[in-house]
């Protein structure tokens, strides 16, 4: 195993994994720390963790515990991804899981770079725009869990590292990678360990890709990986070949949990066309909605690709969140998605599309998967994905991704071989 990549949720890790797809790695993505050494021919594993939202010192032993895996597969490059919206609270979990990743690998300039232009998320002047919009007016504010109101990708993350924040401006970054390479130099000198990276395309990505050639430590969004593959390439050390992913026959079903914008819109567009079943609040918590229920109405639907959705406007979630408690709250609905995912493999759908990073989680959770092998890319960051040694496909779709009509899309992905 050439590089290690540790991701903070699934969706992301499967965005991440997509990313080095396309650049032309063999790519698994493990759902949790593995027990056992990795298939030889992996080129770059993604060990996904569940760790954005947890206590910080359990997301920094998770993450350390990743770290220590992938060590032992050889790797050469670690890679630490979190969301290009850098969901995250003033306390963590990205900088106090960067510096852990760092002490323990020596690191003492460490990219920091939430950016993936394809989904409109740039930074510039360490400020993180999502298209035109700066972060805190782009709908992340209302985030449930990790509100973002600050857009200064350097005061949030100043916030919750232990030393200070360096930052690459973009006026070095368009120079290419010598200018990238001579401003970490600087940044490092100065005492500045995390450094926060301007990039506006695809081609600065690459310029900062191999800046960071010989970095122990990268991190970033998804796209941070767009040139760490050609560095690989360049010294003889990827294998070119086909592709061997094959699509899953059998009933599907959309799972969303996702408040976003986006998937909100994606609910609308495709519950025009197929039967949905909302699951509300009030009826989770007050015993009227549970995994059996919803699996029967499912069994009612099972040709149509039904929708099951969770995904209310910040307004009626936050009332929710004042009346139940929001941990409460979110783990109720996510133990119920969880349930429902593992009742649904098991009466035979092979094609699951879930929406939304905490629902992913739960989803794979439920469905007990292990090990994922990235297939095409549905819309931009988000793969189809086939379980190893199941007849069972999935798509891990971030809550912000995707084209309006993604369901409809995924469902066929799913089925497809390529």
């Not at 969901?87 to 979990?93: H, W």
């Not at 120079?175 to 600065?204: F, H, M, N, Q, Y």
């Not at 990505?205 to 593959?229: E, K, Q, W, Y």
């Amino acid at each position: 195993m050439l590089l290690g990549c540790i991701g903070d949720d699934f969706t992301g890790s499967s965005d991440l994994a997509n990313t080095l797809v396309k650049g032309g790695m063999k790519v698994t993505q493990y759902c949790g720390v593995p027990h056992g050494d990795a298939r030889p021919d992996v080129e770059a594993g993604v060990v996904a963790l569940k760790t954005r939202s947890l206590p910080t010192a359990e997301a920094v032993e998770q993450s350390l515990a990743a770290l220590e895996w992938l060590e032992q597969q050889g790797c050469r490059q670690f890679l630490f991804k979190y969301c290009s919206t850098f969901d995250s609270t003033p306390a963590g979990n990205i900088g106090p899981v960067a510096d852990a990743l760092a002490d323990r690998l020596g690191a003492s300039k460490v990219i920091v770079c939430p950016v993936f232009p394809a989904t409109g998320r740039t930074l510039y002047q360490g400020h993180l725009f999502v298209e035109d919009r700066l972060l805190n007016e782009s709908g992340m504010a209302n985030h449930p869990l990790t509100p973002m109101t600050d857009p200064d990708i350097r005061r949030w993350l100043a916030r919750q590292t232990k030393g200070t924040v360096g930052h690459v401006a973009y006026r070095d970054v368009v120079k290419g990678p010598a200018s990238i390479g001579e401003a970490l130099t600087r940044e490092e000198a100065a005492g500045r360990r995390l450094i926060v990276v301007d990039a506006l395309d695809d081609t600065d990505l690459i310029a900062i890709g191999a800046a960071a050639a010989d970095l122990p430590l990268v991190t970033g969004g998804s796209g941070i990986a767009t040139g760490l593959p050609e560095n690989f390439r360049s010294r003889g050390l990827i294998a070119e070949g086909p592709d061997s992913w094959r699509g899953v026959k059998g009933p599907a079903v959309v799972l969303s949990g996702s408040c976003s914008r986006a998937t909100r819109e994606q609910v609308e567009r495709y519950r025009t066309d197929h039967p949905s079943f909302e699951i509300t609040a009030n009826a989770v918590m007050r015993g009227g909605t549970d995994a059996d229920r919803v699996l029967d109405w499912v069994k009612g639907h099972g040709n149509a690709a039904p929708l099951i959705y969770s995904s209310a406007d910040p307004g009626t979630v936050g009332a929710a969140q004042t009346l139940y408690g929001a941990e409460v709250l979110a783990r109720a609905i996510e133990d119920l998605f969880a349930s429902l995912a593992g009742r649904l493999a098991a009466a035979g759908f092979g094609r699951i599309v879930s929406a939304g990073g905490e629902t992913s989680g739960a989803v794979v959770r439920g469905l007990g998967l292990e090990e994922l092998q990235i297939g095409p890319e549905i819309d931009p960051g988000v793969p189809a994905m086939c379980a190893t040694g199941r007849n069972l496909a999935v798509a891990l779709k971030s809550g912000n991704f995707g084209e309006p009509d993604f369901f409809a899309k995924a469902v066929n992905a799913l089925g497809a071989n390529t």
